[in-house]
């Protein structure tokens, strides 16, 4: 069984920065971040996929950065130049490796974090 906790959310002002981790317990072989603001859709922010390349939604593009600490089973989010717009519930996703997908933002994961907060406040 697969559980993955989140930290390291909290309130920022823009510009400002960030920095998320998921650790997990289990089998896992490619992790994602996807985030959800009030009233919209869950959207993927930035993944690994079972290589361990990273791929970023075009919104964070050269603002964020996913790494992962294979030794400590976890994945982490930098989070820099934050704008009022990253506001959101953070997520982070995992699955098996037999599960994995080549696009990490557009696959379905079966195992979820609980998720933690970031707020940017302009």
């Known amino acids: 069984q697969v559980r993955l906790l989140e930290s390291g959310g909290g309130s920022v002002q823009a510009g400002g920065s960030l920095s998320l981790s998921c650790a997990a317990s289990?089998?896992?072989?490619?992790m994602a971040w996807f985030r959800q603001a009030p009233g919209k859709e869950r959207e993927g922010v930035a993944g690994?996929?079972?290589?361990?390349?990273?791929t970023y939604a075009d919104s964070v593009k050269g603002r964020f950065t996913i790494s992962q600490d294979k030794a400590k089973n976890t994945l982490y989010l930098q989070m820099n130049s934050l704008k009022p717009e990253d506001t959101a519930m953070y997520y982070c996703?995992?699955?098996?490796?037999?599960?994995?997908?080549?696009?990490?933002?557009?696959?379905?994961?079966?195992?979820w974090g609980q998720g933690t907060q970031v707020t940017v406040s302009s």
């Open positions: 289990g089998s896992t072989r490619c």
């Open positions: 690994l996929d079972r290589n361990y390349r990273p």
């Open positions: 996703a995992a699955e098996t490796y037999l599960y994995c997908s080549s696009e990490p933002l557009k696959s379905t994961f079966r195992y």
